[in-house]
């Protein structure tokens, strides 16, 4: 790495980086109930990111044997590169995340096998009408980043990963299912969400409706990835700086109840981006967007922080495709990590019970069609268990679900549950959340 960075400052960068990631995946795939595939990859790739003329060069390649190439490449496409006003990052102190265990980092994936079977067991005990195709994907990565500056830091983490998409066939109609879950060890949790689904089964199987009108809704942890669609741009330094987002003069005002905060944790090891630092090298930490419904602070990458005149908040990320995976091909952009919703009060029972006509919704369909950037949700319920009486009775069919998440989680926030989950998002560009049911009252359903 040492050698790309020499290069670059014969070559008259003021400044260059380089950023070297090694990764071994294994893959355990079942599809229609069995065994379908056995997969394992490798690769290592670098990126050289170069200051020059004040304008930010990039390059990422998997030729780690041919410096000069490499650097020319990035000097050639500092000519059409950003304007650069800002220095790479300096060496710091990292913390020690428990990310990595030796003995599970070696662990087969065929050992595994067991536990797909186990849960396609499960789910399909409740009905014959439901097909399962479900992974376990484990990665085992190294990530070194180096510069000009001094900065000089490594870190090992290993990721086991379960997904599942399930389809539920009743009569000439079907529902999909679709669930994630990540731990840096073997327990991600899936055989306890196996016999949840288990038990949801028999009403999902029960179609049912509800009317239109203004509801108590419950939005699962599953979901809250779709709700987050919504607040994210408003949380984002680079969309500050477009002048896009509708935070950009709330800095310091109340934006949300008192009782909500929202928090971006890179060193929280529960998180599937868990890290010591990010991706251009900057401090891994916690940081207070929203506390106690105030906002705080704003994600920042070093070109948001440095526009924006604020401290980089760690979240100069290098993610490619929508399951956020760290690629050297990505240039590092500002995006979430670990988004923490503190616990609240209540249990999913005590909130079941407190409903006298509600949906416990679990998907939201069609919800790029709203205006996300200004808050606003709307889409159709895909996954919903309809409550009646503090009962959940059936699974609501042909409904629709809106509102804004600014209005709604400031004046319309009953509670959130004592009990989070940690799980890895769908959707936007947050890598996992962590956070429980919450209860929202007057949010508008529309039916049919």
């Known amino acids: 790495m040492k050698e790309f960075i020499d290069k670059s400052l014969k070559r008259g960068c003021a400044e260059a980086e380089a950023y070297l990631i090694s990764k071994q995946t294994q893959g355990l795939f079942y599809v229609n109930n069995v065994i379908n595939d056995l997969q394992s990859k490798e690769s290592t790739g670098i990126a050289l990111r170069i200051k020059k003329d004040n304008r930010l060069g990039f390059i990422g390649s998997s030729n780690l044997q041919d410096g000069d190439e490499v650097v020319s490449r990035a000097i050639t496409s500092a000519d059409y590169g950003d304007e650069m006003p800002y220095s790479f990052a300096s060496q710091t102190t990292y913390p020690t995340l428990d990310v990595y265990d030796q003995t599970f980092a070696d662990e ?3 050992a595994y096998i067991p536990r797909c079977e186990e849960f396609i067991k499960i789910v399909c005990s409740a009905t014959e009408n439901i ?14 980043i180096m510069n000009s500056n ?8 290993a990721l086991l990963t ?18 994630q879950l990540n731990a840096h060890s073997s327990q991600v949790g899936e055989d306890e969400y196996a016999q949840q689904l288990r038990k949801e089964i ?41 002048g896009v987002s509708p935070l950009k003069d709330k800095m310091g005002q109340q934006i949300l109840d008192t009782r909500m905060s929202i928090i971006d944790d890179s060193t929280n ?15 891994g930490q916690k940081t207070y967007l929203v506390r106690n419904g105030v906002l705080e602070n704003y994600i920042c990458d070093l070109k948001a922080a440095h526009l924006l005149g604020r401290k980089p908040t760690g979240n100069g990320l290098r993610q490619k495709g929508i399951y956020r995976v760290k690629s050297y091909s990505q240039k590092p952009v500002c995006e979430y990590s670990n988004v923490i919703i503190p616990q609240g009060k209540m249990t999913l029972d005590q909130m079941i019970a407190s409903i006298d006509e509600g949906v416990l919704v679990q998907s939201i369909g069609g919800l790029l069609l709203a205006n996300l950037t200004n808050g606003d949700f709307s889409g159709s319920i895909g996954q919903g268990l309809k409550i009646e009486q ?24 009953v509670d959130f549950t004592r009990d989070t989950y940690c799980q890895g998002a769908f959707s936007g560009q947050i890598g996992s959340f962590d956070v429980g049911y919450v209860l929202l009252k007057d949010i508008t359903v529309a039916s049919r």
């Open 108 to 110: 087969p994936v065929e």
């Open 131 to 144: 097909t399962v195709e479900c992974s376990f994907e484990k990665t085992v990565q190294t990530v070194r």
């Open 150 to 157: 001094g900065l000089e830091a490594e870190f090992k983490k």
């Open 162 to 179: 379960f997904y599942a998409e399930m389809r539920l066939t009743e009569g000439t109609s079907s529902l999909e299912l679709e669930m």
């Open 202 to 242: 028999p009403f999902l199987l029960k179609r049912t409706s509800i009317k239109p009108g203004k509801r108590q809704i419950i939005f699962a942890p599953d979901c809250f990835g779709d709700l987050f669609m919504a607040l994210e741009t408003g949380l984002r330094g680079d969309a500050v700086v477009k």
């Open 269 to 283: 090891p529960r998180g599937k981006m868990a890290a010591p630092f990010d991706d251009e090298g900057t401090l």
């Open 390 to 413: 503090g009962k959940i009775v059936g699974r609501v069919t042909n409904a629709m679900i809106s509102g804004n998440v600014y209005h709604d989680f400031k004046d319309n926030l």
